[in-house]
């Protein structure tokens, strides 16, 4: 068993971190914090959680109680593992943080887009960015692990087989992408209200989104060259799930495309290549680690259009996370993560 710590208990990625943990053979969590809730036990605030942590409250986020964990989580806003991270590294804990202070490897682009100074700029070079279908070696050998952020996540796996193989033009890539209202956190903001965000559908940041060089950055490693990627996210009315449709203008006659995405991913066990003329459901994947593709080629001709559907929370976040703490630990990769989705 190792003994696992999470600051920032108290947001979705937090409470879907112990849910998915619930399950876990080899991990114990010993440490839970929340400035604002210390001392409320986890299973008043969450009683989907009650018979699996009855023993356990929020407390402070306190430096030597987080130490002594093998690994902490990090379900904090932007900024709070730069304060941390290097800490804890230092006493020989490892650090897996889902938020985005250590996804993009140029400090000064981070600042742009997150709007504050990198809190952490000699941590970059030693992170690795959590997606095991890109990194799973590099991940094996981590001490410090940025989670890729959602729209990141399926827009990097529907892409991939793409880019990696040069049949699409790198310079014209679209990705518009809808995400359920959970994505925007647990804090009560207007957007999120029933009266607004139900029975209606809005974009948003479609003239810069901080996803946006997140997502170039892994596309371009992938490519090999510069991606010219359009990124438009939009607020659907629905807790949990992405789906992104991706489109890619084909260079030349590409061949078997479902073949190319069947070969790409038959060895990763949280991607599901569906069927042919399939279009997956985000229903199909609420509560389960799994990214579902789907392939298409409209009428034979020069677009490819790809189809990605994630939980937000699970695959775009804690589940992903667990994945990348079952690979530094040498764990199963889907230790606690097997279930299959709720459905309906
Ligand atoms: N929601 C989603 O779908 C996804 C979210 N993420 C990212 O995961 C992270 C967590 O998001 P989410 O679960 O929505 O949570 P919230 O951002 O709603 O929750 C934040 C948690 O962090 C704690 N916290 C806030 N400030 C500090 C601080 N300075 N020091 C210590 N703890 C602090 C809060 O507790 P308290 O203030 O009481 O200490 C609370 O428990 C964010 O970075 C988010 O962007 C990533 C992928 C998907
Ligand atoms: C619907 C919604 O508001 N989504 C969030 C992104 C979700 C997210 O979790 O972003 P990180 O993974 O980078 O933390 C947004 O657009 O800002």
């Given at each position: 068993m ?53 023993d ?24 709070v ?12 804990t ?49 001490r ?34 809808k ?25 948003y940041?479609?003239?810069g ?39 890619g ?9 479902q ?29 389960s ?21 994630i ?10 996370a ?23």
């Amino acid at each position: 068993m190792i003994k696992v710590g999470i600051v920032g208990g108290t947001g979705y990625t937090g409470v879907e971190l112990l849910r998915l943990l619930a399950q876990h053979p080899q991990v114990e969590v010993t440490l839970i914090t929340s400035r604002s809730e210390a001392g409320v036990a986890v299973s008043d605030m969450y009683p989907n959680l009650r018979g699996h942590y009855d023993d356990l409250a929020f407390g402070e986020p306190d430096p030597e109680r987080l130490a002594a964990c093998d690994a902490v989580f990090f379900a904090t806003p932007h900024g709070v593992a730069h304060a941390l991270a290097g800490d804890l590294l230092a006493r020989g804990t490892r650090v897996i943080d889902l938020s985005a202070d250590f996804r993009l490897k140029d400090a000064e682009e981070w600042a742009e887009w997150y709007g504050q100074p990198h809190g952490a700029p000699e941590l970059l070079e030693e992170a690795v960015y959590g997606l095991p279908e890109v990194n799973r070696e590099a991940i094996r050998g981590a001490r410090l692990i940025a989670v890729p952020g959602c729209y990141p996540t399926a827009v990097q796996l529907g892409l991939l087989p793409l880019l990696e193989s040069g049949l699409i033009d790198a310079q014209h890539v679209i990705a518009d992408c809808k995400s359920g209202v959970t994505g925007a956190g647990r804090g009560a903001k207007v957007p999120s209200l029933l009266a607004e965000a139900s029975e209606s559908m809005k974009a948003y940041g479609a003239s810069g989104h901080r996803h946006l060089p997140e997502i170039r950055q892994g596309l371009t490693r992938a490519a090999g060259q510069p991606v010219g990627l359009t990124f438009v996210p939009h607020l659907t009315p629905m807790i949990r799930g992405i789906h992104a449709t991706l489109y890619g203008r084909l260079n030349g006659e590409p061949g078997d495309l479902q073949a190319l995405f069947e070969r790409r991913f038959a060895d990763e066990p949280a991607v599901d290549v569906m069927p042919a003329g399939s279009h997956p459901e985000t229903r199909s994947v609420k509560g389960s680690d799994i990214c579902r593709l789907a392939v298409h080629r409209p009428g034979d001709g020069d677009t490819v259009v790809v189809l990605a559907v994630i939980d937000n929370l699970v695959k775009g976040a804690s589940g992903q996370a667990i994945q990348n703490l079952n690979l530094m630990f040498g764990f199963d990769e889907m230790a606690g993560l097997g279930a299959p989705a709720l459905m309906p």
